[in-house]
């Protein structure tokens, strides 16, 4: 399918020559609540026709096959976005009114550093805690 235009320039979809990719969309729940949705994208020419686009991947999940591919991920960017919920969002992730979430978009690239996924999350946000450990 052809790519949200926010994201077709970080899977370099003009240096594809296409703008097509293989879409993976999820709805994570734990304990019976749902708490988070999600959405990958990968460059048709990497995962067209393999298991990456399954609704389970395997072990390993979409890194493991993005290896097995020949496009491990060497480095990943993300970006987090705090931000009251659209009326989907809410709708899907069961919340009340009020409440907000936690965006994140995170680009994966291979050691050549082309983008190999891109993933937007959106969370519940009072489900996750986000911590980082950073050497100084």
Same mark, same amino acid.
């Given at each position: ?13 003009? %240096? ?37 686009? %399954? ?11 993005? &290896? ?19 009326? &989907? ?27 190999? %996924? ?7 946000? &009072?489900?996750?805690?986000? %911590? ?5």
């Amino acid at each position: 399918e052809p790519a949200q235009s926010e994201v077709a320039p970080s899977l370099g979809a003009d %240096e594809l020559g296409t703008s097509d990719v293989q879409v993976r969309r999820r709805r994570h729940i734990v304990d019976g609540r749902p708490v988070m949705l999600s959405i990958s994208y990968y460059p048709d020419s990497i995962a067209a026709g393999s298991q990456i686009v %399954e609704a389970f991947t395997g072990p390993g999940g979409s890194p493991a096959r993005l &290896d097995e591919l020949g496009y491990g991920p060497a480095r990943h960017r993300v970006r987090f976005q705090s931000r009251l919920p659209s009326e &989907d969002e809410r709708e899907k992730l069961e919340l009340p009114p009020g409440s907000t979430v936690s965006r994140s978009v995170r680009v994966s690239r291979d050691r050549e550093g082309r983008a190999v %996924e891109v993933t937007e999350m959106i969370a519940a946000g &009072d489900a996750f805690i986000h %911590e980082f450990d950073i050497p100084s």
